[in-house]
């Protein structure tokens, strides 16, 4: 099979042209709301066992993983779904409403792609994409196939986060410039070198279809079983697996938008793995609301590793008070906003003594059955999810040129209309890549 290049993957999946099956059907455009989805899990281990518990309501008729022994706790509980390692092969046999993708970040796109290209609904993990390019196809097909998606940033669906989201646009903390979002990850092995020495492939594992679309490398134990979010070829790292959870609150209560400029710096960087710890500054420009308001720029700094906001920002945390090892604060002209943990699970108004008494605008948002419940509930006809993939693109592009950033070594300007780094034109190669030949 001739090798697809980055261009040669966009041009044909652009023009519509299927890479492994023919569209077909959505079977479930005519189910009731009563009625249980046909539904299966790809990277059914590890938080695919979460995941696939999320949806029990369903009908779990199949389950695939290329590591039957990671992936057993799950298999355990769903006796009745058949089994397989590759998923191209469970697509084609079994008749699916809707799938769970669940893998390393690597393999998001592939899979999704091929699953709503079939008319299967999809809900996939963060960060949906493993490059923007990738990011911007799996948004344009999902409009082209009408089917419904939900990303696995739980938080979205969580009444604190909405109501969070309500008090700014609502006008508590006035006008925000000015936002600080934190993670202590990496919790795994980043700022290394790729392994010398190969090690022997564990039997219970399907290497080759691990690594999928993924440059080939000899199986070496520092990549599994949660290590490679650390690599650059398999996952997008601190940013890329908390990104998503906490950019989520100032991404949605200011509208932010795409960012004109991004930079950032590193410690530990490596060509083959993600920092220790980095710091990026992303620069939002003037913008307008969905409801009509004329937005200020915004400068929102990104800090992972050990690497924190600095604490005289935080004047209504107690001095004695360590920071959370995830969070968000945003200043506004008359307030500030401090959520001490990831995915918006708690929130703060500083000055307390100014909010003390404060009820804050009338709720304007729905409020959310639960992530998967919502996702169920839209496959079934119901109201669209709130972090479908055109929310969630848009999202997990502010993700990942924070990475670009980090791998270009330089500030970068970005023109979103057109996708390119502007200043910068050795930064482009990092929008997109290259991919092991036969798996797009």
């Not at 990011?135 to 082209?144: F, I, M, Y």
Request: contains cysteine.
């Amino acid at each position: 099979m001739q090798q697809t290049t980055r261009r040669t993957f966009l041009k044909t999946t652009a023009a519509g042209i299927g890479y492994w099956v023919a569209p077909r059907p959505i079977w479930s455009a005519s189910r009731s709301p009563n009625e249980k989805l046909n539904l299966a899990t790809i990277g059914a281990g590890g938080k695919g066992t979460g995941d696939t518990h999320g949806c029990k309501s369903e009908n779990i008729v199949a389950l695939c993983d290329v590591d039957w022994k990671y992936a057993s706790k799950t298999f355990a509980a769903f006796p009745k779904a058949n089994v397989y390692r590759d998923y191209r092969v469970m697509l084609e046999k079994e008749k699916l409403d809707a799938v769970v993708v669940s893998t390393p970040d690597h393999m998001h796109a592939p899979i999704t792609l091929m699953a709503m290209r079939m008319g299967i609904h999809v809900y996939c993990q963060k960060p949906m994409g493993h490059t923007i390019q990738e990011t911007r196809l799996l948004r344009d097909v999902a409009r082209e196939q009408k089917v419904v998606t939900q990303m696995g940033n739980q938080g979205t669906s969580m009444d604190n986060m909405r109501r969070a989201v309500e008090l700014v646009q609502g006008g508590a903390l006035g006008t925000v410039r000015e936002a600080h979002v934190w993670t202590n990850r990496p919790i795994w092995p980043q700022g290394g070198q790729r392994p010398v020495k190969p090690m022997r492939v564990p039997e219970n594992l399907d290497w080759n279809l691990w690594l999928g679309c993924a440059p080939y490398r000899p199986f070496h134990e520092d990549y599994l079983p949660f290590k490679w979010r650390g690599w650059w070829d398999f996952g997008e790292g601190a940013l890329g697996d908390m990104g998503c959870h906490n950019l989520n609150l100032p991404f949605w209560a200011l509208e932010l938008g795409a960012p004109s400029r991004v930079e950032g710096e590193a410690r530990g960087l490596t060509a083959e793995m993600f920092p220790l710890a980095s710091r990026i500054r992303y620069q939002f420009p003037a913008r307008t609301s969905a409801s009509g308001r004329q937005l200020p720029p915004v400068t929102l700094y990104w800090y992972d590793g050990d690497q924190s906001p600095p604490r005289e920002l935080l004047d209504g945390l107690p001095a004695d008070k360590k920071l959370s090892t995830n969070g968000v604060l945003m200043i506004g002209s008359e307030g500030k906003i401090f959520a001490p943990s990831s995915h918006c699970r708690l929130y703060e108004l500083w000055p307390k003594e100014k909010f003390a008494e404060y009820e804050g605008p009338a709720q304007t948002l729905p409020r959310s059955p639960g992530h998967y419940k919502e996702w169920i509930a839209a496959c079934k006809g119901g109201p669209a999810t709130l972090s479908n993939f055109d929310v969630a693109a848009r999202l997990t592009e502010i993700v990942l040129l924070g990475n670009v950033a980090l791998r270009a070594g330089t500030a970068i300007e970005w023109d979103t209309e057109n996708s390119r780094v502007t200043n910068a034109p050795a930064a482009n190669q990092f929008l997109s890549r290259e991919y092991r030949d036969g798996w797009m």
